[in-house]
Each structure stands twice: as C-alpha cells, then as structure tokens.
C-alpha cells in the first residue's frame, strides 16, 4: 500500500513464500498500470504491466491483479527468492496524460533465507 | 537493456551554483522524464519532454529548468542549487506507442551543501 510519513511499508517473507504486494491508486481515468522493481543504488526496472481492460495478467513467477471497482492493484511474487528483495513501486498512466507516469511510494520487500 | 545513460553519477556542489545533469539515449525513443526519488516520496516527476524543443512541468518542476535540442539528449539544469534539490535523479524514456512502460537510467546522486 502507499507510504505513510518517511516510511514504506515493508513485507517480510520466507524464501519459497508467496508475496502479495499492495498498491492503492485514486484516479479512476488510469487505463494502464506497471509494476517496478528497483534494488539499491539502481534505477527501476520493468516487472509487469497490465491495461485497465484486463484484471490480471501473468508473468514468469510474477502476477499482477486490477481491481478497478476499488482502485487496487497487487503484485504476486511465487516462490519468492532471496534476489526479489528490493522495492517494489507500482505506476499509472492517467488517460489524457501525455505518457506521464505517476508513481506510488513503493513497499520494501525482504526475503529471509 | 534500453540505452540510457545518466552523467554524472555522483556529484557534490555548493548552495547557489548551477547544475546541469544529462541524459543521454540511443533508442530514439520521443519521450524523455527526468524524476527526483526522495524517502517518503517515491519517484516524483520534475519535468518531460515529448519531442525535440517541447517539454513541459511535471509536479516539482520549481528550480528546474530543461531542454532537448536532440532526440538523444535531455538536460536538467539546477539553476541555483539549494538544499532541498540533494536527492537521486532518474533520467527514463518511453516509446512512441501508448501505454508502454519507461526505462529508466542508472541515477544521479546530486548533494547540495
């Protein structure tokens, strides 16, 4: 879900667990979602995308869910792995935006061995 | 990887000097962000281009200014770096079809004392 204050929301898993990370978004006219991953000291990187006619799609070990009816979006990690650890930051593009992105404050995802 | 690369990766300057960060791409991708990540804040768009000369304000785009002169390169310039402008920038870029995700750049770590 989205941050409070300076800190992120955090998830705490076991290595082989599945993690199911939250993401709220407000405006209603978003057609198009994404999800990134970004480890420390780099720049995001592309996980899943999923447009506003679809409410999930799947990748490798990944699964995004839209629920437009509430304006929630979740990623699912299967058996998730030591190297998913990271934050993780969902994105939208606003109809009418001009291709801006506008990205959620991101939830820390750490994986316990 | 997309080709994007971000100069310089690090750099310390005083309070009221100008900065100037580039963004350098080789994908001839039309649209170009430049974005500041601050704890608490996520990624927040400063400001974008969507072709050579044509950019515009995103939503932290006071003491920035920018410019595209090429496709390949887009510029954020600090006029007079204060404090408040210390954080990471990320440089991304999009294609030209609707809804496609952005790729972003490696990060400038700029501190401003």
């Known amino acids: 879900g989205e941050s409070v204050g300076l800190h992120l929301p955090t998830l705490s898993v076991q290595e082989g667990d599945n993690s199911i990370i939250n993401c709220a978004y407000s405006?209603?006219?978003?057609?198009?979602f994404i999800w990134y991953k970004q480890e420390s000291g780099k720049g995001p990187q592309f996980i899943i995308d999923i447009r506003s006619n679809m409410d999930k799609r799947q990748g490798q070990r990944v699964t995004v869910l839209l629920n437009k009816t509430v304006k929630h979006l979740s990623l699912q990690i299967a058996a998730t792995q030591p190297g998913d650890s990271a934050v993780y930051f969902c994105?939208?593009?606003?109809?009418?935006?001009?291709?801006?992105?506008?990205f959620g404050k991101g939830t820390l995802l750490t994986v316990n061995p | 990887d997309a080709g994007i690369t971000q100069s310089p990766r690090h750099k310390v300057t005083e309070t009221g000097t100008p900065v100037t960060l580039r963004c350098h791409q080789t994908?001839?991708?039309?649209?170009m962000y430049w974005y500041r990540q601050d704890p608490g804040h996520g990624l927040r768009l400063i400001h974008y281009?969507?072709?050579?000369?044509?950019?515009d304000k995103g939503e932290v785009s006071d003491g920035y200014s920018v410019s595209r002169s090429k496709t390949e390169d887009f510029l954020l310039t600090l006029e007079s770096a204060t404090s408040s402008q210390t954080s990471v920038y990320f440089c991304a870029i999009t294609g030209d079809s609707m809804n496609t995700e952005a790729f972003f750049g490696q990060g400038t770590r700029l501190t401003v004392v």
């Open positions: 994105a939208e593009n606003k109809r009418g935006s001009n291709y801006k992105l506008t």
């Open positions: 405006n209603s006219a978003s057609d198009y």
């Open positions: 994908e001839n991708h039309r649209y």
């Open positions: 281009s969507y072709g050579v000369k044509d950019t």
